[in-house]
């Protein structure tokens, strides 16, 4: 078998602790193996996020309004650079390598769940 590279995994986002709009959410992020062992190596760079504000619905304020918890890092480095990354998330191709990088932002918010 081909030596397979460690890779991020996350958990679902966590209730929200507190009140909107401080209030913040959490999830479990890790770095596994390809047998989902706990491994080193993951790049730092592409560790998703676990940490947010919790999603305040309003009708002034559209669902995918986002902003980032205080701790959460601003990547602006994060962009689709292909096509079809709404299909590749539909898909759920966004656990692939492959597609975190080339579908960065399409894959991101579909973790945080903002696409629908």
């Not at 996020?49 to 480095?77: F, G, H, I, L, M």
């Not at 299909?87 to 390598?97: E, G, I, K, N």
Request: aromatic residues 6%.
């Amino acid at each position: 078998m081909a030596c397979v590279p460690p890779h991020w995994f996350m958990g679902d986002w966590g209730p929200c602790e507190g009140n909107c709009p401080a209030g913040v959410q959490r999830r479990e992020v890790r770095c596994l193996d390809h047998h989902g062992k706990p491994a080193n190596g993951c790049p730092e760079t592409d560790m998703p996020v676990a940490k947010r504000t919790c999603a305040c619905r309003s009708k002034t304020e559209p669902r995918d309004r986002y902003k980032p918890a205080q701790d959460e890092p601003s990547d602006r480095s994060c962009v689709d650079r292909i096509r079809k990354c709404r299909l590749a998330v539909q898909a759920r191709l966004c656990h692939y390598p492959y597609y975190v990088s080339h579908c960065c932002e399409s894959c991101r918010k579909a973790q945080q769940g903002l696409l629908e």
